[in-house]
């Protein structure tokens, strides 16, 4: 029935009130916190940069596969198979083995049940594959194997380049999976997109190791140049602490010598194998190392206990906050090697802007004096209505604080196709009523309920093809289905509720005039 009790009035007024008063935001300032929200812009419109990483995974396959040696000698070692003369190359362990023990290292690999060699029943393949390659056997990862460790370097590369992004404050960044080895990043409005670079292109592996100026090490030594190219230092390959153990890093002015620092903190493990180790280390120099570069190796003047300390180097303030950051964020499991890039000018971005508005102004104009034309009073509260819908969809987008794209600007034009569709089909559905029905409320009526089976067919099917957009596509596609879905969301809620409304208090005061649509 075309009826409206006064709470349903006040719900309706209340919602759409609250929602175009966030819209405003945009547009005014407001000191509430709450109404401090803003659309965000994507990088079509906004500019910014796109980057494409790629992950260099050789060095993952390397160390997994020293990892890997350790552990099948200690294996083989428990089950009284000796394993000899382990070579590590191209990718591949060769090892040898007695020729009587050969078949039953073969067996264990082959097994479906290893305790070394997980089987992964789905692809019918085992993680590892072993060979007989001369007088060695020969242990590589098989073709499931090394898609399954690229795919958890990539997971594991993707959170730490998200963690660093965060940190360092970027709007709304786009950040995406590429197959199984890249990383699609958007960086919407990035004034400093050389720091970004910078940031993403270092591991931070961070290591503390003693310097060894001797071969009396019983781990062995190995010479590295210190982070400013000036000298180098014999550091040993013994891991004192890596940077695992850190819980936070901040960049500090030094009270004593007026210099930038970068304080650490460690956490429980991390404490007590430092204090251990400076503890018996007073007087040699420790060696802080960043991706195999030497920051600085200051001498040990006394026991270093509470899980915390300093690095210094000769830091600016920005470097140290960028070294803090990496360290918070922690090692990327591999490197990530730049291999496309592009950067999107605000100009651009603004002229997409401009040239999305135009568009939907003239559609929106065209829409408004067809409609008023054709249906004369009843026009009128249909563009109130669609007025009233589009500025309901950008309060919803504020209020999410949702990212706004050209293909999102498509969406929205879209929208209010739909919702003068809706209003199409309801009046028409009411002519036909009029024709046959002497009571106008209930030809009215009729028109509505009769309507609303086609209105809400033709929303859903639209709204299941947004959700699959949403869920399939990425970037800008995520855009167009944002808008679209929220779109018909709005549009049911303004031809059901705004302009039944308007069309029942009109109706309401002109009972005695005659009503042509």
Known sequence: MLYFSKLKIFFILIISLFLILIASS?????????L???????????????????????????????NLTITLRDYFKGKNIKLVNFILQNEKILFKVNEKDKQKVLDIFNDKESEINP???????????????NDFLSVIFSKQGLVKLKTSSQEQALEIV??????????????????????????????????????????????????????????????????????????????????????????RMDSDTNETVVTFSLDRVGAKRFGKATSKGIGR?????????????????????????????????????DLALLLRSGALPAPLNIIEERTVGPGLGQDSIDAGIIALIIGFVLVIVFIIIKYKIFGIITNTALIINLLLLVGVLTLFEATLTLPGIAGIILTVGMAVDANVLIFERIREELKNEKNRLIAFDSGYSKSKTAILDANITTLLAAIILFFMGSGPIKGFSITLGVGIFTTLFSVYFIARLLTVLYISKNKNKEIVI
Do not use: C, W
């Open 26 to 34: 945009n547009l005014f300032k407001f000191d509430n916190n709450f």
């Open 36 to 66: 401090k929200r803003n659309i965000n812009l994507g990088l079509d419109l906004q500019g910014g940069s796109y980057l494409l990483l790629e992950i260099d995974n050789k060095p993952v396959i390397e160390q997994k596969l020293q």
């Open 119 to 133: 089987y992964y029943e789905r692809f019918k393949s085992h993680q590892l594959e072993i060979t007989e390659e």
């Open 162 to 251: 998200r963690r660093r992004i965060d940190e360092v404050g970027t709007n709304e960044p786009n950040i995406l999976k590429r197959g199984n080895d890249r990383i699609l990043v958007e960086l919407p409005g990035l004034d400093d997109p050389m720091r970004i670079k910078t940031l993403l292109g270092k591991t931070a592996n961070l290591t503390f190791r003693f310097v060894s100026n001797n071969n009396e090490d019983s781990f062995g030594n190995e010479k590295l140049n210190y982070e400013d190219e000036e000298g180098s230092e014999f550091v040993s390959k013994r891991i004192i602490l890596s940077g695992d153990n850190l819980l936070d890093a901040q960049p």
């Open 285 to 321: 120099q420790l060696a802080i190392i960043l991706d195999g570069k030497i920051i600085s190796a200051p001498v040990i003047q006394d026991t270093i206990a509470g899980g915390s300390g300093q690095i210094t180097g000769g830091f600016t303030f920005q470097s140290a906050t």
